[in-house]
T-cell receptor, first 114, second 111 residues
Framework: EAGVAQSPRYKIIEKRQSVAFWCNPI?????LYWYQQILGQGPKLLIQ????????DSQLPKDRFSAERLKGVDSTLKIQPAKLEDSAVYLC????????????FGPGTRLTVT | GEDVEQSLFLSVREGDSSVINCTYT??????LYWYKQEPGAGLQLLTY?????DMKQDQRLTVLLNKKDKHLSLRIADTQTGDSAIYFC???????????FGSGTRLQVQP
């Protein structure tokens, strides 16, 4: 079974530029999450989708961050304009709707904003 | 909201047992997980426990849950150098499902 795929793996941009990250979850997983992991910290939820609907985006800085999950499969997270404090690893995870709702993570995208 | 705390660092010798501890604040936490993160990699799910269990064993891993004290621990038997990584405790409930993570414990295994 293929895992969660993310691209790109690394991205360096200047502040005020825009950037987009892509995630393809495990096949059949209805729930998709985006987390932000700042160096030295645990991941923090940005947004949670159930199929193509948003379940929780309370921690998403909506003035600069946006996310979508068209057709309930792939998802894109965008930052526009980026700030220095957005430098972090952006992790995508997916889970099924059964069992212990275990979340499986992709390798992440390391963003550096200069 | 939920708060999850972990100690920052643990150093053990190869072959010894490692015990990584975690405390959480929300008594409604239903599922509790342990993840492993190696440098430059995503998070690997190691094991999980339901809140109605006290203990779960999975090969070299033993998870202990004390609901009264809101304390979770992960014991790694016969620790190997390949176990060197950051270990995250994470909790959620049936309603929310998104994970709340601790800040991670860096395990260093010395040969």
């Amino acid at each position: 079974e293929a895992g969660v795929a993310q691209s790109p793996r690394y991205k360096i941009i200047e502040k005020r530029q825009s950037v987009a990250f892509w995630c393809n979850p495990i096949s059949g997983h209805a729930t998709l999450y985006w987390y932000q992991q700042i160096l030295g910290q645990g991941p923090k939820l940005l947004i949670q989708f159930q199929n193509n609907g948003v379940v929780d985006d309370s921690q998403l800085p909506k003035d600069r961050f946006s996310a979508e999950r068209l057709k309930g499969v792939d998802s894109t997270l965008k930052i526009q304009p980026a700030k220095l404090e957005d430098s972090a690893v952006y992790l995508c995870a997916s889970s099924s709707r059964t069992g212990a709702y275990e979340q499986y993570f992709g390798p992440g995208t390391r963003l550096t904003v200069t | 909201g939920e708060d999850v705390e972990q100690s920052l660092f643990l150093s053990v010798r190869e072959g010894d047992s490692s015990v990584i501890n975690c405390t959480y604040t929300d008594s409604s936490s239903t599922y509790l997980y342990w993840y492993k993160q190696e440098p430059g990699a995503g998070l690997q799910l190691l094991t999980y426990i339901f809140s109605n269990m006290d203990m779960k064993q999975d090969q070299r891993l033993t998870v202990l849950l004390n609901k009264k004290d809101k304390h979770l621990s992960l014991r790694i038997a016969d620790t190997q150098t390949g176990d060197s990584a950051i270990y995250f405790c994470a909790v959620t409930d049936t309603g929310r499902r998104a994970l709340t993570f601790g800040s991670g414990t860096r395990l260093q295994v010395q040969p």
